[in-house]
């Protein structure tokens, strides 16, 4: 044990095992879907296990140039894994959780295919 450690402290929080860039541009309706869509997938999926980060293009337009982003909005997954990129609103959550390498779980309620999420 460090003796320099308060015993007493809480425990340093885990690194987030998913990471998350989401790129919008301002309060349009793709970008809000795409916000509302990513927050819910990520709240219904991997609560507790991830840090998403949403960028405003607007207001941080060095972000985006950095990235080389083609179209927004624009989610970006850094880890785990390969790094992988999706193109518009996420309301294809079957594509958007593949992506993401999640698998549904027989218990976790899937959304339609048919029924897109706005």
């Not at 003796?3 to 989401?22: I, N, Q, R």
């Not at 083609?70 to 959550?93: A, F």
């Amino acid at each position: 044990m460090d003796p320099f450690t308060d015993p007493l402290a809480p425990p340093e929080p885990a690194s987030p095992e998913y990471v998350l860039h989401l790129f919008i541009t301002g309060a349009t309706p793709n970008s809000t879907r795409a916000v509302r869509n990513i927050k819910d997938i990520c709240e219904q999926y991997l609560k507790g296990r991830y840090e998403l980060l949403i960028v405003d293009i607007y207001q941080q337009p060095d972000l985006a140039q950095r990235e080389d982003l083609i179209g927004v909005p624009t989610l970006i997954k850094r880890s785990p894994g390969l790094v992988r990129r999706l193109v518009g609103d996420l309301s294809d959550w079957p594509r958007v959780l593949k992506a993401l390498g999640i698998t549904p779980s027989g218990d976790e309620a899937t959304p339609d295919e048919t029924t897109p999420h706005e």
